[in-house]
């Protein structure tokens, strides 16, 4: 009886947060992150518990009550986000959208271990009590790195030199939300409920303006990037600002690399443009499949980099500025998921 | 951008003349839905004349080519050439749709 009755409020105090994962998955239009990738956003959020579970253990027989409301939201906030920032890193999320869908799924994760924990801690709650705060504490925990996601996507998007600091508002923040959560301000009921209706509200107008701004971005980009190509693959590519500008290097760079330097640019717009067609079909509905082609394109862009080296780089850079978002594409594109 | 239609049987033939850009787009999809509305099942879009095509073109025709699909219909393109075949092409939008040298080789095609 008593494992059927675990079992009930485990069922309703997560369920409902993949529920909510689903719906965010669906606003994804572009279909930007797979089934995959939240599959693996969700076991790093469950390891990332087990290993928080040891530490804060530990940690709070040596320091008490005080090291909850403070100690543990930092460790905890800190190992889920160290997921998400490795995803930007790498170039793995690239918009608003997926870093928030996978900040939920890592926090979906987490919130999967720590209620099967807290069951036997709340055991004398009432079933209703147990869902408002197994399901609060799901949202919590997927609210909470979500924001570190879609801080860590602008901070990724920011170009600026100190990108630490540009992520490190949205973990605080995180840090806190958290912290005031453990803290008690509110009892345990208000604080669910106040997570419950004031975090779907918030991540529904930050995906709603993402996908606006990923809409525009990617049409106005793709519109440019076709234009430049069509002109280089129809001999008219002198006749353009971006033309003449690689014409007057020639006068500082050798000839050799002037040429790589040209299809430099052209191989990297190729692959612009068919990424995101790739974006338009997925958009559609229509499966991509993964282009055999691809991976030689990236082998002669890896090399025409090498051949123009760093000066070159340099110099190209005003026509094609290969930003994080680019290459992040790219790398999509090179994955066919 | 002009659109002529013809409709032949449960065809519609769409021809575009000029050039189809997030503006004018609508006015093309506008056409497609009457088209099919009226009883068409399948859609060829001739392009013979049809210059420039932007993203939200490309766009439209992909998400056209998902309703009709949906809809047991097919759209299909007849002779896109130059900059409209390049960013096709490009983009790979071009295969999800069967290609046709001209509107009677796409109505053949159809047929068939």
């Given amino acids: 009886m008593s494992l059927e009755r675990d079992a009930v409020r ?7 947060v993949f529920a909510f994962l689903w719906a965010l998955a669906l606003l994804d239009t572009y279909k930007l992150v797979t089934f995959r990738r939240i599959l693996r956003a969700v ?40 997921y998400i920032l490795w995803l930007a890193r790498t170039a793995q999320v690239g918009f608003m959208v997926d870093a928030a869908i996978c900040g939920v799924a890592a926090g979906a994760g987490f919130a999967l271990v720590e209620n099967v924990a807290d069951l036997h801690l709340l055991g004398g709650t009432t079933l209703a009590v147990w869902t408002l705060r197994g399901f609060g504490t799901a949202m919590m925990h997927g609210g909470t790195t979500a924001i570190v996601g879609v801080s860590a996507a602008n901070a990724v998007h920011s170009g600026r030199p100190d990108r630490v600091a540009a992520f490190a508002p949205g973990l605080l923040l995180a840090i806190l939300i958290h912290s005031a959560w453990n803290t008690a301000l509110l009892t345990p009921l208000e604080a669910s409920i106040t997570v419950l209706l004031g975090l779907p509200v918030v991540f529904t107008i930050v ?7 990923l809409r525009k971005w990617m049409g106005d980009k793709l519109d440019k990037d076709m234009e430049l190509l069509h002109m280089i693959s129809t001999g008219r590519f002198l006749e353009t600002n971006a033309g003449r500008y690689l014409c007057a290097l020639r006068d500082s760079l050798p000839p ?25 079909l997925r958009e559609a509905g229509f499966s991509v499949d993964a282009d055999p082609a691809i991976d030689a394109q990236f082998r002669e862009l890896k090399f025409l980099e090498k051949s123009i080296g760093i000066a070159g780089r340099r110099a190209l850079d005003p026509l094609l500025p290969l930003s994080s978002r680019d290459l992040w594409e790219m790398h999509r594109l090179s994955e066919g998921e | 951008m002009k659109i002529k239609v013809k409709v032949a049987g449960k065809a ?3 021809s575009v003349e000029g050039r189809m850009d997030a ?13 099919l509305a009226g009883g068409a099942v399948n859609i060829v879009a001739d392009l013979k004349s049809l210059t420039y095509i932007s993203s939200a073109g490309i766009g439209l025709f992909a998400k056209l080519a998902r309703h009709l699909k949906d809809c047991q219909g097919e759209m299909v393109l007849a002779s896109p050439h130059g900059l409209v075949r390049a960013v096709f092409e490009l983009t790979r939008v071009i295969t999800i749709f069967r290609v046709f040298d001209s509107a009677d080789a796409a109505l053949a095609g159809l047929s068939q």
């Avoid at chain 1, 485990?10 to 409902?16: D, N, Q, W």
């Avoid at chain 2, 503006?23 to 088209?35: L, M, R, T």
């Fill in chain 1, 10 to 16: 485990l069922v309703l105090g997560v369920v409902p």
């Fill in chain 1, 43 to 82: 076991a790093w959020g469950s390891a990332a518990a087990c290993v928080c579970y040891l530490i804060n253990s530990s940690a709070m027989r040596a320091l008490g009550s005080w090291y909850a409301r403070l100690g543990a939201p930092i460790v905890e906030e800190v190992s889920k986000a160290a």
């Fill in chain 1, 207 to 213: 995906f709603i303006r993402s996908e606006k701004s």
């Fill in chain 1, 256 to 280: 050799r690399i002037v040429g790589d330097m040209l299809c430099l640019l052209q191989v990297s717009l190729q692959l612009s443009v068919r990424a995101k067609g790739a974006l338009i």
């Fill in chain 2, 12 to 14: 519609a033939i769409l």
């Fill in chain 2, 23 to 35: 503006e004018s787009c609508g006015e093309f999809e506008a056409a497609c839905h009457k088209a």
